[in-house]
């Protein structure tokens, strides 16, 4: 059974950083294309960052120059680094991954970033 377990998230103030983790069971990472998305309520998601198999990446603009999308084969993990935060990254992250046997969301990890 797939499942992805996801860490990370918190209350911080603008400028801080936070590191999010996704952790994956029965699917394998570096086979599948995998990425964070953001929600915030009332809006659909938003792709944040994805990461392909060979290692290319791409960011969505407002993230660009900020967040890092990585991942740990030997562990299976995928990790959002995100720095210089803003109020408008407050959302709910989630990690999500289409390997060969489907496509899997993680649960979602609540991001606040306020004064």
């Known amino acids: 059974q797939v499942q992805l377990v996801e860490s990370g998230g918190g209350l911080v103030q603008p400028g801080e950083s936070l590191t999010l983790s996704c952790a994956g069971s029965?699917?394998?990472?570096?086979?599948?294309?995998t990425s964070w998305y953001r929600q915030t309520p009332g809006k659909q998601h938003t792709m944040v960052a994805t990461?392909?198999?060979?290692?290319?990446?791409n960011y969505a603009d407002p993230v660009k120059g900020r967040f890092t999308i990585s991942r740990d084969s030997a562990k299976n993990m995928v990790y959002l680094q995100m720095n210089s935060l803003k109020p408008e990254d407050t959302a709910v992250y989630h990690c999500?991954?289409?390997?060969?046997?489907?496509?899997?969301w993680g649960q979602g990890t609540q991001v606040t970033v306020s004064s």
């Open positions: 999500d991954v289409r390997g060969p046997i489907g496509r899997f």
């Open positions: 029965g699917i394998i990472f570096s086979n599948s294309i």
């Open positions: 990461l392909m198999q060979d290692g290319t990446t």
